[in-house]
């Protein structure tokens, strides 16, 4: 099955890569899960480093992974710009709308990581990306249909069902713990709240317009790292003076005290995620799949990391069976939400 791409032709200068088929899209839709999915796992092995320190080095890791995969993927394939030619050609309104998505992201994502440092993987995730799913979504359908609206919207509440169920597990892991689980809902709620506005400010600057043809997926990632990048400095010094997990503010001389191992793992971090962003992004350019159903699948982000949660750091060791019980509904909801996500496409 092959998706057209003609919003991208660029005779003479074919060297980018985009998929091709509903086949090649579905492996970047995987990719980008597997990515989002893991990247906070980094954040675990540095179990000293303040969550805002690690930070720094993730954004700066952002950066990097773009530019990485637009030296490689984004420069040798067969259709469209290379990668710095479409950097030089996107439109000044493409580029902030990719800022300004990154900007959203970014905030979003700081809330995420004070939410997992709250709450942990198993908790953060599903309930903060659970509701960007929804958020994102459906706001991205709107700038872009593509795929079955039934089996999309379908799937998107039954992972809105699972969202409520991990909720629900979470408060019966702790039931003595009250105020941690207040807060740790709230800030992954105020998390996927933004989080699922990011997405269809990317898919607007990766559509285009009369006058200008899209640059394509690996051009707005630099510049929606850029706004990454740029919206860490006053927001993360704002959260080191007043941090939201309950904890003393954070100097900054202990980023510079930190062993090479924190940073490296932060900017490992922060190219993780970006290799996810990045396959996202590739995997909606194909006409067949939209921004909405790419999306989807790369939020099913949200079993990857309860997994990582639940089987290899046992933050539900000890929990009550009702708790696991609820979890196990919690991943059957999810997988089926994303199969059914998975399929509108082809339907």
């Known amino acids: 099955m092959v998706a057209s791409l003609p919003r991208y032709s660029a005779p003479g200068l074919h060297t980018m890569y985009l998929p091709a088929t509903y086949t090649a899209a579905l492996f970047f839709m995987i990719l980008s899960m597997l990515s989002w999915g893991s990247w906070a796992n980094t954040l675990k092995l540095c179990p000293k480093f303040r969550f805002q320190l690690f930070y720094w080095d993730y954004a700066i890791g952002v950066l990097l992974g773009a530019i990485a995969w637009g030296l490689t993927a984004g420069s040798a394939g067969g259709a469209g710009l290379s990668f710095l030619a479409a950097v030089k050609a996107t439109p000044t309104d493409a580029m902030l709308w990719a800022a300004s998505g990154g900007v959203i992201f970014n905030v979003a994502n700081l809330l995420l990581v004070a939410a ?22 459906v706001s991205s359908y709107f700038v872009s249909p593509a795929g079955n609206p039934l089996l999309l919207f379908g799937g998107v509440a039954l992972v809105a069902v699972a969202i409520v169920l991990d909720a629900a597990a979470y408060r019966k892991r702790e039931r003595d713990a009250q105020a941690a689980t207040t ?44 706004g990454v990048l740029v919206s860490t400095v006053p927001a993360n010094l704002l959260l080191m003076a007043k941090p939201l997990d309950g904890k003393p503010p954070v100097a900054m001389r202990g980023y510079f005290e930190a062993n090479a191992g924190w940073h490296m793992a932060g900017i490992v971090g922060g190219a993780i995620w970006c290799t996810g962003a990045v396959a996202n992004f590739i995997a909606s350019s194909a006409h067949l799949v939209g921004p909405a159903v790419s999306y989807s699948i790369g939020q099913g982000a949200t079993m990857i990391s309860a ?14 069976p009702v708790a696991k019980r609820l979890l196990v509904a919690m991943f059957f909801f999810f997988v089926v939400g994303l199969g059914t996500v998975a399929v509108a496409p082809l339907y």
């Open 116 to 137: 997992i440092d709250v709450a942990g993987l198993a908790v953060a995730f599903p309930v903060g990306i659970g509701l960007a799913l929804v958020v994102g979504a």
């Open 183 to 226: 807060r740790g809902i709230v800030l992954s709620l105020v998390a996927g709240l933004l989080m699922g506005s990011f997405y269809p400010l990317v898919a607007h600057a990766m559509a285009g317009t009369p006058e200008h043809s899209s640059t394509g997926p690996y051009a707005i990632a630099l510049f929606f790292a850029v």
């Open 307 to 320: 997994m990582w949660g639940v089987f290899v750091w046992r933050e539900f060791a000890g929990a009550p």
